[in-house]
């Protein structure tokens, strides 16, 4: 990202959405499988529901969660989320249900948030975190790689600079 030309745009990849889409509508096909399977041969006599219930009812439950998966893939799909934006105004950064703006002039920092896991396995997530001048923090970490999380903390650092610098009165 040398090159600062505004507006920069990240979005999540549609492949994983459609990915999540798959998956959500299986679940839901197999759900229904199970709700009209009366024998209960798909539920089986092993693990937590081998007795006391009906093989409809984990149908149901199943195709639930399917449910719940294509909704929030197709809630993704058609609202091209999550979306981060650096503008000539500021940050906008869109998921599905929720848009935050900060203005270049509200923005204190940016900062790189590490989380690590050590249990079961060990995992180092870097997302990006933004501070405004009132304090209040943004942590972004969709729709960035974890490897563009530094790269795209330089450019947003070099935009707030050079914008103060372009405006007078801060």
Do not use: H
Not at 65 to 74: H, R, S
């Amino acid at each position: 990202m040398p090159d600062d030309s505004l507006p920069i745009v990240f979005t999540g990849r549609a492949r994983n959405k459609l990915i999540v889409l798959a998956v959500g509508i299986v679940l839901m096909g197999i759900g229904i499988m199970m709700i009209f399977d009366q024998g209960g041969s798909l539920v089986g006599g092993a693990g937590p529901f081998r007795r006391g219930v009906l093989p409809s009812q984990v149908g149901w439950m199943v195709c639930g969660i399917g449910l719940v998966f294509t909704v929030l893939a197709l809630l993704q799909l058609v609202r091209a989320c999550p979306r981060l934006e650096l503008n000539d105004e500021g940050i906008l950064y869109s998921r599905c249900l929720q848009t935050t703006r900060i203005a270049w002039n509200e923005l204190d920092r940016a900062e790189i948030q590490r989380v690590s896991a050590a249990r079961p396995i060990e995992a180092v997530l870097d997302s990006l975190m933004l501070v405004t001048t009132d304090g209040r923090k943004v942590v972004i970490s969709a729709p960035i790689a974890p490897a563009q999380v530094a790269q795209l903390r330089e450019t947003i650092t070099r935009v707030a600079a050079r914008d103060r610098s372009t405006r007078p009165g801060r």
